[in-house]
Structures are given as C-alpha cells and as structure tokens.
C-alpha cells in the first residue's frame, strides 16, 4: 500500500539547511496499522506531507496506493484519506465541511449529504454538528477530522500525530473508531505519534524514526524483544538454592543476586512462570514474591539512540530557542522522566 | 473533478460562511462611509478644479472609493486564506479528488461578489449625499468593480500563500498598497497631478482603472479611458487567476 525507498527533504531557512528527512525506506502491507513513532523534530510529518502529496521530495521514490507521490499526484490524493496535525478549526460549521468535503470528493449533492448524515451518526457528531469546528473540544474535533478524512472510504489513511493534545478518554474513544475502521473496512493506517503507548497498545507494527532516518522496523513486541527479553525478580531467604533452580532452566540467562533474591533476563517470562514456579516449590524455595517487569518501547528507543523519548501529556517545546537557564532545566526534566519511565513496570505478579 | 465544478463547490460554501456572518460584509464599510461622508463633502467646493469638469464631484470621487475598497480588501481575503492554511483546512482540501486552481477560483468568486456587493451599498449611501449619475453607467461600474475584485482577491492568495505568514503578508499588503492606492488617483483625480507624477500613476494599473470606473459613472462606454481601463483589470485578473493556481500548487 506505500512504499517509499531513500526518501528525503530538505528545508532552506534564513540560518541554513535543515536535513529533516535522509533516505527514508517503508513499506507498508495492505490493512496494516503503522505507527511513526519519534520525538519531536524527527520528521515524521515531513515524511507524512511527502507520501500526501503536500511535500515534493528532494530525493527519493514513493508510491502510495499504487501511485507514485510525485508523477501521479492526483491519484495519489483520490486515494488517500489525510488528518493533519491537530489545528485551530476553521469558522465554517461541522455538517457544512462535512458536505463540502465529500462534493470535492466527487460526490453528488445527495449522496454528499447521505454520507455526512453516516458519518455524523458514527463519529457521534451529532451535538455539535451545527458549531463551527473552532468551538469544539479537542476530542470532538479530532472526531469531526477523522470523519473529513474518511468522507470517501479511503483505502489508505494519514495520521499525523492524532492524539496530540487528547485527554486520556477522548484518546482511548479515538483509538476504538481506528480499530474499528480497521476490522470493518481493513483500511490501512499509517499514523505518527510521539506517545509509546499509542505506538504499543494500537499499531501492528512500529516503524521508529530519528533525526530524519528510520532506526528499526517491527512489533512492538519485537522490539522489546531486542532488549533481552522481559525481567525477571526473585524475592527469597534461599538465594543460592534459587539460583540454582533458575540456572537449570533457563541457562545463560544473565543471572543476578541481589541482597533480596536474584534477577534474570528471560524472553516471555509470562510463558516461563508456571514451570518455574513449580521447580522452585519442588526444591522447598519459599518466595516473598516473584515479579516480570516487561522492557517499554522507551527502553527500546534509549537502547537505539541513548536518548528517551519524552513521556505523555506533554506539550511540545517551543519552536523559539530557548534562554539557556531553561534548556537545562528542561534537559534535567526530560532525563527525570526517562528514568520513572524505565522504572515503571509494566507487569507485576505477586505471590 | 473540472476547475469549474471545484469552484462552484467552494464558491459556495465560501458564500454559506459570508451569508451567515454578514455583518463583515458591513464592517468592511465602515472606513469608505466615513470616506463618503467626511472626505466626499471637502470636494464640493472644488468643481472647477481640474477633473472634476465642473460637474457632480461624487461622480468623481465614488469611482475612486469603490476601487480603493476593491485594494483593501486584500488584507481580509489574505488574512482569510492564512488562517485556512494554519488550521490545516486548504491541505484537507487538496487531499481530495479536487482540483487545486478551483479551490482558489470559488473563494475569489466569492471575494468578487461580496466586493460587489458592497460597491453597491457605497454607491446607494453616495446617492444619499448627492451622487448622480445614469443607471447605465453605474451598472457597468460594477461590473468593473467585480472583475477589480477577482483580481485583487487573485494577487492576495497568490502572495498569502507565498509567504505564509501573517505578518509578512500584512507588512508586505501595507508596502504595496500605499503607492498602488497614490498613484491612481483614487481620492483626487490625476489630472490635479504635477507632470512627473501623472507619468509614474500612468505606470500603474490600477490608475486606468480608477480612470475606466469614473468614465462608466460619466456614461461613457466606448470612450478610450474606459476600454484601456477595462483591458487592463481584465489582464490583472486573468494574472490573478495564475498567480493564485500557481501558488496553490506550489505551496508545501
Ligand atoms: N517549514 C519548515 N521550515 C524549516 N524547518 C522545518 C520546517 N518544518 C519542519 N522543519 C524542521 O524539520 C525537522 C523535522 O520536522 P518535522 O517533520 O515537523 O518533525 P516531527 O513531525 O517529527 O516533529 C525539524 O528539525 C523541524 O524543525
Ligand atoms: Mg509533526
């Protein structure tokens, strides 16, 4: 559905070239649901404008739906379905666009209206589909623009950064109409997201980008994998006795002891435990309590870059540079964060 | 989808949004009735000054107004089309099977009407403080002031969507709309113009069509003023229609 080899672009500002995308490569199956994870200033929307049509590459192919981005732009753009990156919402009033929008589809007058009359019902735009879009929620605006970008049943839908500024409810609600859009229509989703969680929890497959270039490629659950598996803490009196136990059954795990019990590395733990559980009981080793901390895709992305990636719910730094003084601060903050992030278990099992 | 059916669409819709805010079509007319109405009566005693003929000084001085509200209106109408472009609408709408050059065509025909529009509640007000002129003329002035309309409209988005930023566009519509608006001769008529001056107004458009609209309210279609003047909005706004199709297509 997209496929994109050695993408790239360019910005010339006032203060020189800005490389924000070097040699992008994708490929994006038919149904899939891919999320672009990366920090800000990755660039994930230059690569999005680009496989849209909004951008022309510097260098680079990509052909989207069939259709190559730059020589068949408008095949391109009646294939696709785009939601741009959150915005202010124009004057002009929900059901209005909504219309508007499926006439420039190409839609006759009645089936235009039909259509906005379906999706006003689906999204639950009802309340307020008399408003203009500039006085809705966040949430129901990111709906009214789901709906705007689906008018036409597009095989292959852009998202850019779609729950950016989202509380947690109207995020969840804009994750089940995705899931749903998938299972009812098999659309293909290409979405873009600086939230793990979003990346994790909703997408088949994760594509992480990084100063401009794509650093891996997989589900999540293979990229976590790619850490050395899930960890594994052992609270006990008999630690040698347990380590014993640990060692014969999952040799060369990278056996720890610690003054509370012992600690390994081990891939799908969940899998492991009731065997382990029984071998412990068997060899008389009582445990305090046994816990699986899976590793996050932030450890996956601190393992790629040694850098973490900015946790939730905040909002993005400001474009202008910032006073020095503040820059540290925000650097001190940024690594605070990476650390509760790290340290946060995923997975707690207590006996 | 043809150029045509895209800008009836937002033709349209575009005409929707004025119809239900029509008070900025209003507010627009604050600034030419106070022009109408504190500067228009300084002219009466100056008849017999050059280009006035001696005859009703509103037919001069209503002509002018009506193309200076077709300059400013540049400031709404790009101000109109940033604010599309930050709220991510003008890139939704171009992911679509539309074509790009109508997006631009429907909202400068609806720029061109409202202008309209408001040349011919200007001109009733002017009727109100003594303008008289035949109805012929006048009708024909109009339409002149629409194609006026679709012009500027044209520039404005072209030049909006060049440079992208409110601020820019405003200080750049400032910087070009003062000489454009001082050398046509839309308050006093040029033929009160020392000789170089008349020279550098003739270089600008915009004096001929300042001089075409004040011939139409004197009735006179065929005169030579008023086809130059009418040549000359009509090439500006077929550049227009360009400039904008070109810009949309280029903007990124
Ligand atoms: N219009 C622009 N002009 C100059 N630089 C830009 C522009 N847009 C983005 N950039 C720069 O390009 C890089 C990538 O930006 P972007 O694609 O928006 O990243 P992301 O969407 O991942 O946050 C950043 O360094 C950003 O500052
Ligand atoms: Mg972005």
Not at chain 1, 91 to 97: G, K, N, Y
Not at chain 1, 145 to 160: I, K, Q, S, Y
Not at chain 2, 221 to 248: C, E, K, M, N, Y
Request: glycine letters at 10%; one cysteine or more.
């Amino acid at each position: 559905m997209i496929s994109a080899q050695g993408l790239s672009h360019s910005y010339r500002t006032r203060f020189g070239v800005v490389e924000a995308v070097r040699g992008v490569d994708l490929e994006v199956a038919e149904g899939e649901m891919v999320g672009f994870l990366g920090p800000n200033g990755a660039g994930k929307t230059t690569t999005v404008r680009m496989l849209t049509t909004l951008l022309t590459p510097d260098g680079g192919t990509a052909t989207v739906a069939g259709h190559d981005v730059v020589r068949e732009r408008a095949a391109v753009r009646r294939a696709i379905g785009y939601v741009g990156q959150s915005s202010g919402g124009t004057e002009h009033l929900v059901s209005d666009e909504l219309r508007t929008q499926a006439r420039l589809q190409g839609m006759t007058a009645a089936d235009a209206a039909a259509r906005a009359a379906e999706l006003t019902v689906r999204f639950e735009l009802d309340a307020f589909a008399g408003r203009p879009l500039s006085r809705l929620s966040g949430g129901q605006r990111r709906r009214v623009d789901l709906a705007l970008g689906l008018v036409h049943r597009p095989a292959v839908l852009f998202l850019d950064e779609p729950s950016s500024g989202l509380d947690p409810q109207s995020r969840a609600n804009l994750w089940d109409h995705l899931r749903g859009l998938r299972a009812e229509h098999g659309t293909t989703v290409f979405l873009t997201t600086h939230y793990l969680e979003e990346a994790d929890q909703l997408c088949d497959r994760i594509v992480v980008i990084d100063g401009g270039r794509v650093i891996a490629s997989d589900t999540a659950e293979a990229l976590k994998s790619r850490i050395g598996g899930d960890v594994v803490t052992l609270e006990t009196d008999r630690i040698s006795d347990a380590a014993t136990v640990v060692a014969r059954l999952v040799p060369g795990c990278d056996l720890d002891t610690t003054p509370a019990g012992v600690q390994f590395h081990v891939a799908h733990a969940q899998r492991l435990l009731p065997e382990l559980l029984r071998a412990l009981d068997l060899a008389d080793v009582a445990l305090e309590s046994v816990s699986v901390k899976r590793p996050t895709l932030d450890d996956v992305f601190l393992r790629l870059t040694g850098r973490s990636l900015r946790e939730e719910g905040r909002p993005a730094p400001a474009p202008a540079p910032a006073p020095a003084a503040e820059t540290a601060e925000a650097a001190a903050e940024t690594a605070a964060e990476a650390e509760t992030a790290t340290e946060t278990p995923n997975t707690e099992v207590t006996t | 989808m043809t150029t045509a059916a895209t800008s009836w669409i937002i033709f349209r819709r575009s005409m929707r949004y004025t119809l239900r805010k029509p008070a900025w079509v209003v507010f627009g007319l604050v600034q030419p009735m106070l022009y109408l109405a504190l500067f228009g009566p300084l002219l009466n005693r100056i008849s017999q000054a050059p280009g006035f003929d001696g005859g009703n000084t509103w037919r001069v001085f209503v002509p002018g107004l009506l193309v200076q509200q077709g300059l400013f209106s540049a400031v709404f109408v790009g101000f109109g089309i940033l604010s599309e472009i930050r709220s991510g609408t003008l890139d939704r709408m171009r992911i679509s099977a539309a074509g790009e050059s109508g997006l631009m065509l429907g909202r400068m025909l609806r720029d061109a009407v409202v202008l309209t529009a408001q040349a011919v509640l200007l001109t009733l007000g002017a009727l109100v403080a003594g303008l008289r002129a035949p109805v012929g003329g006048v009708l024909a002035a109009f339409a002149l002031v629409t194609v006026v309309g679709l012009a500027v409209a044209g520039l404005a988005y072209g030049l909006a969507l060049t440079v992208r930023h409110e601020e820019a566009y405003g200080q750049l519509v400032n910087a070009l709309m003062l000489p454009a608006m001082l050398l046509s001769g839309v308050l006093l008529p040029l033929a009160l113009a020392p000789h170089w001056l008349s020279l550098l107004a003739k270089a600008n458009p915009v004096s001929h069509v300042v001089t075409a609209e004040r011939a139409l309210f004197a009735g006179e279609f065929g005169s030579s003023d008023t086809l130059v003047g009418v040549a000359v909005a009509a090439a500006l706004a077929v550049v227009a229609v360009w400039f904008a199709a070109r810009a949309i297509r280029r903007s990124s």
